[in-house]
């Protein structure tokens, strides 16, 4: 593809130069879920694309027609290839780089260079030391108006830390601090992808404490504010935002390789956690998300008793439109949103299940039954909240017992789904209206609910059982 690409570029006398990410990635050895290419040229960028477009072939989108950037995109041997080509930031490649947002993103290598060795690039162009940065493992702004002239580079400067394990450079703070404000103008659309990107590392957060430090939060997920500084009482050793970070904090720990859990459980819950209701954005983030939020209606319904106790009854209501404010601000789909939405609904549920003396069958089954495949996020960010609740002050015997519960009902929807969680319809509704005489109603669903715990209970395994409990219903026990 970049082959053509040359061909196409050197039979325009185009100078086109790699610039930005895939430089930077290739140089650190790293290789990226997906490929994007960025291609700098020194002017009409949007007609070279959209020609190029129809001699690859490929999908044009106009990103920036006023900065002059163009999308491609190509579907190729399975994998989707995108190509973003823009026009020079100033009248040269170098003054192109310099008004980039970050030194180790500011870093060019001629096309045809490239294509020589594509896994050593270079000579490279690097007016502002980034291949020193690389070495320093430093993020650092390429000159200091950059988060001025575009704020959602805050998110991106913690984003680019927390993804490859960089500190960011002394002067970022104080330059960062001038434009926080300014990030409540920027679409929802691009806080989010910045987010999840934070969200989708293993260090979230660690990058969302310092947006928090930097007071960024306030803008990005105000919500969260009335949290700040709030006793929670004796069983919490944090307050209620420190404490809705620590449960991103444990979420991160224990979703990076899931060994927290035992052997067979790993694999199932890799793939559930990398599942994606919308492209780059996995269950893995969504329930990062639900952690950060699942505690927000909890200011407004802080009691404090007589006898000095904090209660917080019915918090998870009072969340529940804070949350929708939140998704609805940062543009979640609806399958996205609902998820999240219903983890801040239900996430006290597995606690006061695990409480239970016996954890019984019929308590899975409508658990899953109310919850569906959202049942193992609600069981994993409620995990995140239990190990962000004490810290050291936690009794060792009661985690075990906890997470004894958790594997129980993991288990059994990853393993025992057609016993417990959907059993396999015995008799469907038609069929019941034959055989009793029956019109089309409530009734019908009442009864096919009814057979299908029963089922899940171990009470009827034959058609004929299910029939017997269905007339049991209709007419009364014999």
Not at 246 to 260: G, K, P, T
Not at 378 to 395: F, I, K, N
Not at 413 to 419: L, P, Q, S
Request: contains cysteine; proline residues 6%; hydrophobic residues 45%.
């Amino acid at each position: 593809m970049m082959v053509r690409i040359r061909a196409f570029m050197e039979a325009r006398r185009v100078p086109a130069f790699v610039v930005g990410g895939l430089v930077r990635d290739q140089l650190l050895g790293r290789t990226a879920r997906s490929v994007n290419v960025d291609l700098a040229i020194p002017r009409h960028a949007l007609a070279v694309a959209r020609e190029l477009a129809a001699e690859l072939p490929a999908a044009f989108v106009p990103l920036d027609e006023l900065a002059g950037t163009a999308r491609l995109i190509v579907s190729a041997d399975g994998r989707r290839y995108e190509f973003d080509v823009s026009d020079y930031r100033g009248p040269t490649l170098e003054a192109d780089l310099g008004r980039r947002d970050f030194t180790i993103n500011a870093m060019a290598v001629a096309l045809a260079d490239w294509l020589r060795c594509p896994q050593q690039p270079g000579p490279l162009v690097d007016p502002l030391g980034g291949q020193a940065a690389l070495r320093r493992r430093e993020v650092a702004a390429c000159f200091a108006g950059t988060f001025a002239e575009d704020p959602v580079r805050i998110l991106r400067a913690f984003r680019f830390s927390a993804q490859l394990g960089f500190t960011l450079a002394p002067s970022m703070g104080t330059l960062m601090e001038e434009s926080v404000g300014r990030l409540s103008t920027v679409s929802g659309e691009r806080i989010r992808d910045e987010l999840f990107a934070i969200l989708e590392t293993n260090a979230s957060a660690a990058a969302l404490q310092g947006l928090e430090t930097l007071g960024a939060l306030d803008v990005l997920v105000p919500e969260l504010s009335a949290g700040r500084g709030m006793d929670q009482g004796p069983f919490h050793h944090l307050d209620v935002l420190a404490h809705e970070l620590e449960a991103v904090r444990q979420a991160d720990r224990f979703l990076a390789d899931f060994a927290e859990f035992s052997e067979p459980l790993r694999r199932p819950l890799e793939a559930y956690c990398a599942r994606e209701p919308v492209e780059r954005r996995s269950h893995r983030a969504l329930i990062k998300l639900a952690a950060l939020l699942h505690d927000v209606g909890k200011p407004s319904s802080r009691q404090v008793h007589p006898d000095g106790e904090i209660w917080f009854l019915g918090h998870e209501h009072t969340g529940l439109p804070l949350a929708q404010a939140a998704v609805e601000r940062l543009k979640l789909s609806n399958r996205e949103a609902e998820l999240v939405c219903r983890l801040v609904l239900h996430h006290l549920r597995p606690g006061f299940l695990s409480r239970e003396p016996q954890l019984t069958r019929r308590a899975v089954y409508r658990f899953f039954k109310d919850l569906g495949d959202d049942g193992p996020a609600c069981l994993l960010e409620w995990w995140a909240d239990r190990m962000a609740t004490r810290g050291a002050h936690s009794r060792l015997d009661q985690v075990d017992q906890q997470r004894a519960f958790l594997e129980e009902m993991l288990n059994a929807y990853f393993f025992k789904a057609e016993e417990v969680v959907r059993p396999p319809r015995l008799i469907d509704g038609h069929q019941l209206m034959q055989i009793f005489s029956l019109k089309p109603g409530p009734v019908i669903g009442e009864l096919l609910a009814a057979i299908e715990e029963a089922q899940a209970e171990g009470r009827v395994r034959t058609t004929e059982e299910a029939l017997v409990l269905a007339r049991e219903k209709l007419h009364g026990s014999p």
